[in-house]
């Protein structure tokens, strides 16, 4: 006879699983709809996230060139940022205490954050074209 899950970590895997398709359909969406960057468009300035569309678009045809052309500071945050939400989700699922509350998580969000600042200002400068997504031309 198998044992059953307890009732809360039922609920609590519902929630991750809810969570996690909701995720999904969000990205999703905004690979299918492809919404303008309003910081491009307003100032004609790359932010941290331009080309991360085209970026993703390029590695679901194969094509991983294409992609480091499009974006590389996203090429490299998003697979740990996934790693981040499924493990934080897990933890939930398991009733433990979540990462966020960790000590080093704001400076590791710090972290991130600077590198993403730093990245936009690089790829605006002169010289770091390259940093531009590969359609660049605002």
């Not at 699983?17 to 359909?25: D, S, T």
């Not at 972290?111 to 993403?116: I, K």
């Given at each position: 006879?198998?044992?059953s899950l307890?009732p809360?970590?039922?609920r ?14 969000g990205a999703?969406?905004?690979?299918l709809?492809?919404?303008?960057c309003l910081?491009?468009?307003y100032?004609?300035?790359?932010c941290?996230?331009c080309g991360?569309?085209r ?7 194969g094509?991983f060139?294409?992609a480091?052309?499009q974006?590389l ?9 996934g790693?981040?939400?499924?493990v ?18 704001i400076?590791?969000l710090c ?6 600042l730093m ?20």
């Open positions: 006879m198998r044992p307890h809360q970590v039922k609590r895997a519902l929630i991750a699983a809810g969570v996690l398709l909701a995720l999904c359909l999703a969406a905004i690979l709809l492809r919404p303008e910081i491009l468009k100032t004609g300035l790359y941290a996230g991360t569309q970026m993703v678009a390029a590695l679901l045809r094509d060139r294409g480091l052309g974006n500071f996203m090429l490299a945050f998003l697979p740990g940022a790693i981040y939400i499924v934080e989700l897990l933890r939930f699922t398991q009733g433990k205490r979540p990462l966020y509350r960790s000590k080093a998580f400076p590791a972290a991130a954050l600077g590198l993403g990245f936009t200002v690089l790829r605006n400068l002169p010289g770091f074209q390259w940093l531009a997504p590969s359609w660049a031309g605002p």
